[in-house]
């Protein structure tokens, strides 16, 4: 059985982009997988909180020496990446927001980025631990990052690369919705995006 995990980050609900690509990524993965048990996580309405002070120190204090106000401040953290971990596709809306990602998004990866759990350190510097995922990113934006003048600008795409492949999730597919707002492009520019979908 493969286990989906679809995180989303979007502020526009049911209009979303990000939201309906990701679906449909999750929908052709079902088609290859049928067996499968899907995880969603709205990221935006769980209101994830911005890592703490006291959370951070708490990442530092090793778990059989937590007191209870400690083990309560660390648990949503335990949780995200107890389910990350479970998880054996990731599907992550990530809609490009002046030039990068939500904080929703961000504070989730505070959360998850744990030394000695989701990644270590050996002589050569960070190894990551999380390993065996594969993540398909659905990216949407309103203007073309992709390629041309505004690749430069694009902090979502390459950000999430090089952050999940240091915790270990080398495996990882963007798909853009972009375009969304480029007269002569946005008419098109989702359905371009819904027939790029090949699942591996």
Known sequence: MKRILHLKSSLLGKESYSIKLGNAIVEKIQEKYPDNELEELNLVDFEIPHLS????????????QLNEEEKEAISLSDRLVKQLFAADIIVIGAPLINFT???????????ITRAGITFGYNADGPVGMVTGKKVYVAMSSGGIYSEGPGKANDFVAPYLSAFLGCLGMTDLTV??????????????????????????
């Open 101 to 111: 990602i939500h904080t929703s998004l961000k504070a989730w990866i505070d959360h």
């Open 175 to 200: 798909y853009r919705a972009e375009g969304l707002k480029v007269p002569n492009v946005k008419d098109f520019a989702m359905a371009k995006a819904l027939d790029s979908i090949k699942i591996d």
């Open 53 to 64: 002070p006291t959370v951070l120190r708490t990442f530092f204090i090793p778990k059989d």
